[in-house]
Each structure stands twice: as C-alpha cells, then as structure tokens.
C-alpha cells in the first residue's frame, strides 16, 4: 500500500461509524492478500508471508468484534476461523493455500457489511476530529482536503 492509499484510509477511519469501519477492514484484509499473491508470485515469500501475517490481524480483529449474543455472530465465526485456518497454512507452506475461496468468503461479507454500512446513522467513532472533504482545485486538477470547520481548539482526543 501506498503513502497515498494509507492517508485515504487515515482519513476514511478518522470519519467511520462502527460498519464503515468493518467495511475497512474487509477492504484492508483483502489488499493484504492480493499484496501476498504478488510477492509469492515474484519469489519473495518472507514478504508474502508479513502480508498474510497483517491479513491475520485483520481478521482477528472482526472475530474479537463479533457480539456472540447473536446467532448470525456464531455463523461468522465459522466463516473466520475457515478463513484463519487457510492463513495459517499459508504461513506455515509460504504460499497462500485456497486462495480464491478466501477471497470470496471475504468479498462476500464485505459486500454485505457494504449494505450494512448504508442504513447506519451512527455518529463516527473518533470523536473531535475534523470533518474533511475533497474537491478539485480550478488549476491543475489536484485534489485538495478542506476542513469544514475552522474549531482549531476542538482538535485531537480530549481526555
């Protein structure tokens, strides 16, 4: 990932309700491991494996936010530790094991967390940050972030 990509997810985090942020981290999940195919691919296993070893956290933090009271927690769980079995071989063989199945189960949630993510009005998580939006400039197209408020003093985290 790119300087760029990480300050697009920075701010899109900054901004997230609880089911943005999910959706983000299916998003991240899935960069990790098409970042792990390419360097399999090119014969460079040790960083194709700390691609798979970050897609792990990844998963490891959707499976510690799951709410178990609920029946649909129990089915994605099974889907995640499937998922974290087929990481784990992957560590363990250096090559990613039942690659296209991951992904799909993967892209598959994600899209319905996506759906998810529509109807939830929440406020975002972080709390005192600043609003940002992107627009084009007149000149040479580049993209500039403009604050929407100007409350300098409401900045960071209060604690």
Known sequence: ??????????????QANRSDLVVIIYELFLISIEEAHEYFKKGKQDKGVECV?????????????????YQIAEELMRLYRYVYEQLIFSVIRRKLVNEETVIEVMQKLKDAFIEVAKEDTSDPVME????????LTYGRGSLNEVLLSDHESERGYKA
């Open 1 to 14: 990932m790119n300087q760029e990509q990480k300050r697009e997810y920075a701010t899109r985090i900054s």
């Open 53 to 69: 070893k970050r897609a792990e956290g990844f998963l490891q933090e959707l499976m510690g936010s799951l709410d178990m009271r």
């Open 128 to 135: 005192n940050t600043q609003q940002i939006y992107a627009g």
